[in-house]
């Protein structure tokens, strides 16, 4: 028998569910450059090391274009994969009033793999006070200025 490692198993640390400072619904954060900053040295510093990172947000790749631009810069070179992960909630209601998570993992392994999925985003559309809103950020901001003025 020929062995093709060495040894066994190596366990590595995936968190596939990270939000970011700004996130929508779920911002821990004050959204600062300094917040950023803080952040990303507190993944880079987490001991075990996290080899994979999901960054989530609601409807949009907001927080992940941004973390990637940071990582473009020299940031988290220690993690050997981001994906992005994009959150959704939706119906039917739980039996405790909540909405049921729902979340897509994309494969970034695409070069052009950001607009790609933006473009996509803006064939999901949610049906809202008798017009189809997008998932694009502009689309969804000008839906919840509808929503609260």
């Not at 960054?55 to 993690?79: P, S």
Request: proline share 5%; glycine share 8%.
């Amino acid at each position: 028998m020929i062995k093709t490692y060495g040894r066994g198993s190596e366990w590595r640390r995936w968190d596939l569910h990270i939000h970011t400072p700004g996130t929508a619904l779920n911002d821990q954060f004050d959204d600062s450059d300094g917040s950023w900053d803080e952040y990303l040295t507190e993944i880079e510093a987490a001991d075990p090391q996290i080899a994979v990172i999901g960054v989530t947000d609601y409807l949009t790749l907001r927080g992940y274009k941004k973390l990637l631009a940071y990582r473009n810069q020299g940031r988290l070179q220690n993690i050997k994969l981001v994906i992005p992960n994009i959150e959704y909630r939706i119906t039917p209601i739980t039996k405790d009033g909540k909405s049921i998570n729902m979340h897509l993992l994309i494969s970034p392994d695409d070069p052009d793999h950001v607009a790609r999925i933006e473009e996509g985003l803006t064939h999901l559309t949610i049906p809202r006070a008798g017009e189809r809103v997008s998932c694009t950020e502009d689309s969804l901001r000008r839906f919840g200025y509808t929503l609260r003025p």
